[in-house]
């Protein structure tokens, strides 16, 4: 910590030239030029929503009327959200149940196959998901029959969705952490198998699992492709159906829901650099 | 170690960080007395191979199978007889001209999304790793990269739709139309805005890791060796930069191809990228035999995928070498 604190200053005061980065108003053309592109369509869904009969007369009555729970208009939405919110979980568990465990045994038992499980998890970059739509309504069929047709079915293909993410996060902690020496400490005193895993290795991970689980939450609540080609209600699909008939509404969700992935992002990184700060001075 | 949430955001994108990750990984073990080394060679007993069976099934089942069928598909005819006319069905002229209109889309959004993203991330470098600016412009990368789709569509249409705040602005302030020659929102070059809005953070998250992995003694280097900062970035900084630079552009390339959301839910009726003929083809009830057509259109997506991947993995190879 110390060192590259005093390293920073030196090197500015003595010679600016060796400044990597662009100059101030270089930096502040790239600043206002982008945040602009980034910043206007959010105002102008904000504006949208306040529109009122009237142009050019703002209220915030759709934002009151939608939260006062009078109307039962938005019923088809609150039913996409709740499914969105049923599949996150779900999704969650599979990474916390198929995934986790399968990245630490790899690590533990079979380091050999940790290239193919990279490739593995990273495979779904390369198939769009709207070309595992055309195959997985077989699946489905299957699926279908074994579990019902539950909207949280979902999860399964939502599963292989956040794959690569989830992977990324997780893998990145395992690769920071000795995971084979801290098993083999807790098992020669003496803990089981499981309490290795629950009580040594997952805390352990758990900037990786957090970070992993805050992507796939943000991954499944902006899914429309997959749950759209199968005719599933979640979330996005529904604000689609509702903007047909009421845009205003549709648009206050969609910006709502963008906050919340942005806050739940935004906290979880503050906790994982806090966290490795503290780490790091400690 | 220097993972965050949304470098973890860009998958494939640093294979580079994964390698460096391995690889200081291995650097503790080998410094480990020689006598600690055998234990970790252990056998592996029936109990832990078993272990992997149920990822091993879940992905055999959710993602093997269904792109295994999906390209299958491709190759049988309505009554299930083995046929190639969904292949030669590729070649007409609405088909081709929608992989063409998504490969121009797609072409055009990464070369455009890859430089202004570079540019958002070379004024960052002077933002502090960990800090708040950075928690922040990483998220946000993250939720606008991966939040397409039906958002975006309001977005715009809120903004440049017919009656959005900028075309409503333009028009009564500047007197200028943008809808003089007809709205183009809603057609394939209307996707391009759209689409820069997932494309520069995806940029962002993945060309970042590759600008912060360049050292300041080389920059110091190039300075003593009495070389200017232009010299820097056109003899050390740029050609280490470029095959990450070039990786990112072919990363951002595939998102754009693979993307569907938006232009669905902007795009409405017209059919004009593969993504939407998939569609097109998938829901007709009408044309019979036009499902295994979706297999075909699948099949030819998953090449131009594979193509593309390839060589982002070649440049990503090349990339990590500097990256240790």
């Known amino acids: 910590m110390t060192p590259a604190g005093e390293a920073r200053p030196r090197r500015q005061r003595r010679a600016p030239q060796l400044r990597l980065g662009p100059g101030p108003a270089v930096r502040a053309v790239i600043w206002t030029v982008l945040g602009l592109f980034f910043l206007i369509p959010l105002f102008s869904m904000v504006e949208f ?42 999704t969650v568990a599979i990474v916390l149940l198929v995934l986790l465990p399968t990245i630490v045994l790899v690590e533990l038992r079979f380091p050999k196959l940790r290239r193919l499980l990279e490739a593995v998890c990273l495979l779904p ?78 805390p352990n991970l758990r900037r990786g699992i957090l970070a992993a689980s805050a992507l796939s939450v943000a991954v499944v609540l902006g ?60 | 170690m220097t993972e965050t949430i949304t470098g973890a955001a860009a998958p494939a994108v640093d294979s580079a960080a994964g390698i460096s990750d391995t690889e200081t990984r291995r650097q503790p073990s080998s410094s480990r007395p020689a006598g600690a080394r055998p234990r970790t060679r252990r056998r592996t007993g029936a109990g832990a191979i078993l272990g992997l069976t149920p990822f091993a099934f879940y992905v055999v089942v959710f993602l093997a ?84 789709g039906v958002m975006l569509a309001f977005a715009f249409i809120a903004t440049i739709g017919a009656q959005g705040l900028v075309t409503v602005l333009l028009r009564t302030v500047a007197h200028v139309n943008i809808y003089e020659n007809g709205v183009w929102l809603y057609t394939v070059p209307g996707l391009i805005l759209p689409y820069l809005y997932f494309q520069i953070p995806l940029m962002v998250i993945t060309f970042m890791p590759a600008l912060e992995g360049l050292r300041p003694q080389w920059l110091e280097a190039t300075a003593t060796l009495g070389g200017s900062r232009w010299t820097y970035w056109r003899r050390v900084g740029g050609p280490i930069l470029l095959p990450s630079f070039l990786g990112s552009l072919l990363l951002l390339f595939a998102n754009a191809f693979s993307s569907y959301a938006t232009a669905a839910a902007l795009v409405g009726q017209a059919n004009n990228i593969v993504s939407l003929q998939i569609r097109q083809a998938l829901i007709s009830e009408t044309v019979l035999g036009r499902a295994n057509l979706a297999g075909a259109m699948a099949l030819g997506m998953l090449l131009v995928m594979v193509v593309v991947m390839l060589a982002y993995s070649a440049l990503v190879r090349r990339t990590a070498r500097w990256q240790r």
């Open chain 1, 49 to 90: 929503t306040l529109r009122s009969a009237k142009p050019g007369v703002y209220s915030l009555d759709r934002w009151v009327a939608l939260f006062s729970g009078e109307t039962t208009r938005y019923d088809r939405v609150y039913q996409g959200l709740g499914n969105s919110l049923v599949l996150a979980v779900v």
């Open chain 1, 125 to 202: 970059i390369m198939i769009p998901a709207i070309v595992m739509v055309v195959g997985l309504a077989p699946t489905y069929a299957v699926v279908t029959q074994l579990f019902g047709s539950g909207s949280w079915t979902l999860a399964f293909a939502y599963g292989i969705t956040v794959l690569p993410y989830a992977f990324r996060a997780i893998q990145s902690n395992v690769g920071a952490v000795d995971l084979v020496t801290l098993s083999e400490a807790a098992r020669s005193l003496g803990a089981s198998v499981g309490t290795v895993f629950l009580r040594v290795l997952v």
């Open chain 1, 223 to 282: 899914e429309f492709t997959i749950a759209s080609l199968l005719s599933r209600v979640n979330l996005q699909t529904s604000l689609l159906l509702v903007s047909q008939s009421d845009p205003f509404v549709a648009v206050i969700f969609a910006l709502l829901a963008l906050v919340f992935a942005f806050v739940l992002l935004v906290v979880v990184d503050r906790l994982v650099s806090v966290r490795r700060r503290r780490t790091a001075k400690g």
């Open chain 2, 65 to 148: 199978a269904p792109t295994v069928v999906a390209v299958a598909s491709g190759f049988v005819d309505g009554q299930g007889r083995f046929t190639l006319s969904n292949l030669t069905g590729l070649a007409e002229p609405a088909i081709a001209g929608s992989f063409f209109g998504a490969f121009w889309l797609s072409a055009v959004t990464a070369v455009v999304g890859a430089i202004a993203g570079a540019a958002l991330c070379f004024a960052m470098l002077g933002a502090r790793q960990g800090g708040v600016t950075r928690s922040l412009v990483d998220s946000a990368s993250s939720v606008l990269a991966q939040f397409g």
